[in-house]
T-cell receptor
Framework: ETGVTQSPTHLIKTRGQQVTLRCSSQ?????VSWYQQALGQGPQFIFQ???????GRGNFPPRFSGLQFPNYSSELNVNALELDDSALYLC?????????????FGPGTRLLVL | AQSVTQPDIHITVSEGASLELRCNYS??????LFWYVQSPGQGLQLLLK??????LVQGIKGFEAEFKRSQSSFNLRKPSVHWSDAAEYFC?????????????FGKGTKLSVIP
């Protein structure tokens, strides 16, 4: 098991609501990436945070936003939820500028939008 | 833009048989290459990665992959499959460079193993 944890594990929301997902990174890691995995698809890169700054973004609208905190944990916020936002949301932590650079994924948060 | 193609959506093999999962990528330069495995309801586990050097990469659980620049391929192999290998396998690429890990994934290949 990795040291990356995510909460909650499951979540049900209705269209138009807002949601916040949380990720605690592996000890010593300073970078967090978020991915969306729709059913039957590969994960899609949403964005990455490095030392509390956004460091790259995939093809997702601005209603997907994030934060990284001084302890390098992170939040993913999604506003105005749509049915297509139903997916498994994965976070992954890694360490830039470290001797050993490996990325570890958390178990994911499964979001259902009704 | 980079892309990853995994041509096989579903593969079924008998336990003890050999396995090869195909992966082709489209990228401007040689990217970093990865294979991940995902069991049902689980997150992703890294099997192996290629950054540079020897084009044959050894990973965990007896997996290996070979990078072929001329074919833009990074196929995953295992000489003898175990029932516990049944899972979904994802190939991914990332821009080369320190610590990027901004991955583009393929759509995955689901592996079923017949006892």
């Amino acid at each position: 098991e990795t040291g990356v944890t995510q909460s909650p594990t499951h979540l049900i929301k209705t269209r138009g609501q807002q949601v916040t997902l949380r990720c605690s990174s592996q000890s010593g890691h300073n970078t967090v990436s978020w991915y969306q995995q729709a059913l039957g698809q590969g994960p899609q890169f949403i964005f990455q945070y490095y030392r509390e700054e956004e460091n790259g973004r995939g093809n997702f609208p601005p209603r997907f936003s994030g934060l990284q905190f001084p302890n390098y944990s992170s939040e993913l916020n999604v506003n105005a939820l749509e049915l297509d936002d139903s997916a498994l949301y994965l976070c992954a932590s890694s360490c830039r500028e470290c001797k050993v650079e490996t990325q570890y994924f958390g178990p994911g948060t499964r979001l259902l939008v009704l | 833009a980079q892309s990853v193609t995994q041509p096989d959506i579903h593969i079924t093999v008998s336990e003890g048989a050999s396995l090869e999962l195909r992966c082709n990528y489209s990228y401007g330069a040689t990217p970093y290459l990865f294979w991940y495995v995902q069991s049902p309801g689980q997150g992703l586990q890294l099997l192996l990665k290629y950054f540079s050097g020897d084009t044959l990469v050894q990973g965990i659980k007896g997996f290996e992959a070979e990078f072929k620049r001329s074919q833009s391929s990074f196929n995953l192999r295992k000489p003898s499959v175990h029932w516990s290998d049944a899972a979904e396998y994802f190939c991914a690429v990332a821009p080369s460079g320190a610590g990027s890990y901004q991955l583009t994934f393929g759509k995955g290949t689901k592996l079923s193993v017949i006892p």
